[in-house]
Each structure stands twice: as C-alpha cells, then as structure tokens.
C-alpha cells in the first residue's frame, strides 16, 4: 500500500512504534492513543521539510497533508481528523477498516474503505456508524464497501491493488485539488457513474447498499 501511494507522487511517512498498541501507565493497551503516533510522523515529516532533507524540500506542508491507516490505523485516522485537523493541518482522510468503538465526528473530508467479508472491523459496526455520524452539510465524504474482500484489504495478506489508486484520487481531489492529471481524471474516479468510477465498478464488485459518494463541496 505504502509503495503504492508513493508511486502516484506523494511522500508517505509512518511510524513504526506500538503495533500492537501504545502501553498506558496502567499497563492497559491504549489503541485509543495511537493517533498521537500518526500525529508524531506529521511533525517528523515537517521538521524534514523544514531542514530541506532529500525528498522532503519540493513539498509543501503549508497547504496541507493527508492521511490515512488501516484498522488500528483506521481508527488513528479517524481520531486525528476528528481532534487534531486544524492543530496538524490535516485537510484530507481516508479510513482502512478503522476498527473503532468510538465515533468521533471528523472535521475533514473522509473517505471510509471496508469490505463485506471484515469480521474485525465489521462494516455494518464500524464503518457505517462512522459515515453515519451528523458532520456538517458542506463536508463531502463517502463509504465503499467491496465485494469479496476482507480485512486485510490493504495488507500483503488480502490486497486489493485497486485500493491505493481510491485512496489516491481522494487525496488528490480534497488534499491537492488537483481534479485531472494526465490520464487519470481524479474527480471522475471519486464523484462520476462510469465504469471507472468507485461506485459504479471501478473498484470491481462492491455492496450497492453500502456504496455512496456525497459531494458536498458545492456548499461549501
């Protein structure tokens, strides 16, 4: 996934700490605070940035950054742009299976990816509650759920190669505002009813019921 991400352009940092969950002071297991981990990586790649270091000096972090994580990851996403967009200048989201009990109102727009076969991070348990939440009328945002799969879509263990290219497109549309490049029409793959579009098969099979797109950005 990550290999894939940087192919479209983009520089793709992430930590590699608590993968099985941040140890609180109790002892407990704190998921609940991974995000500051996802958070951590922000700031590393702006003091990268500032410091011009290879690969970091063409970006620009003042307009903005996006982000994105599977399962736990998900639920790091989900926090980060819920509590920490405006602090972090978080301007887009995607949500890999976000294994979540807590539903915390994102402030950006956000793109939630499950699939039908997930029993960790259920669609009809997590992901839906999540799209469902009362955000505000002119936040677009959208929730596919396909056909086949299970959790570990974004992972080696049951990859969809079609994920990233969605991923992409969102971030492009809602990070870079960037609607058409080259052959790839961005906007038409996240908004549009043809053949490439998320929604209409250009992730393959999805469940018609739990496959919607609002744009919103009219309102705006």
Known sequence: MCKRLASFGYVVALPHACDVGCTLDDGDLGFR????????????????????????????????????GHSMG??????????????????AAVYHHAATSEFPTP???HLIMTAEFDDEAVPEKDAL?????????????GIV??????????????????????????MKVFLDNVMVEGDNDWEDMI???????ICSGGDGGVIDSMCEIRDNREKL
């Open 191 to 197: 908004f549009g009813t043809g053949d490439k579009s």
């Open 33 to 68: 605070h991974y995000y500051y981990e996802q958070l951590k990586a922000i700031d590393w790649g702006r003091e990268q940035w500032l410091a011009q270091e290879e690969g970091f000096a063409n970006l620009d972090f003042d307009s903005g950054v996006g982000i994105a």
């Open 107 to 109: 402030t950006v727009p």
């Open 129 to 141: 509650p999540i799209f469902d939440l009362d955000t505000p009328d002119s936040m677009s945002k």
């Open 74 to 91: 998900g639920q790091a996403t989900l926090y980060s742009s819920a509590y920490n967009a405006t602090e972090f200048n978080i301007k």
């Open 145 to 170: 759920n396909k056909a086949g799969f299970g959790h570990h879509q974004p992972d080696i263990l049951g990859f969809n190669p079609l994920m990233p290219q969605f991923t992409v497109a969102w």
